[in-house]
């Protein structure tokens, strides 16, 4: 795997200029059904990323990944439990 994000730096432009449109009052836009490329390679519905978007700190506290990522990090920590896990298996699916 490359090192860095993976994804391009356009396919970002994009993916904030149509968040910003959602969330600010003041500015029309949507996300469309055909969603920003993005969104797509992560998976991630335009409703969910909304929701991230929009509430990101109150959703989550800790650690935020897949299931298998979560289990990694709690082992490491040696944490018990994975917190934030039904949130992110909602969200993140």
């Known amino acids: ?6 994804f391009e730096l356009k396919d970002y432009h994009q993916l904030i200029e149509l968040t ?8 029309s836009g949507h996300i469309e059904a055909e969603q920003p490329a993005l969104l797509m390679r992560l998976n991630i519905s335009p409703n969910n990323w909304l929701t991230l978007s929009k509430g990101f700190r109150k959703l989550f506290h800790g650690a935020v990944g897949h299931s298998g990522v979560l289990a990694d990090y709690c082992q490491h920590q040696g944490l018990k439990r994975r917190q934030n896990l039904s949130c992110c298996e909602k969200l993140l699916a």
């Open 1 to 6: 795997m490359s090192k860095g994000l993976p």
């Open 20 to 27: 910003g449109r959602c969330i600010r009052e003041d500015k």
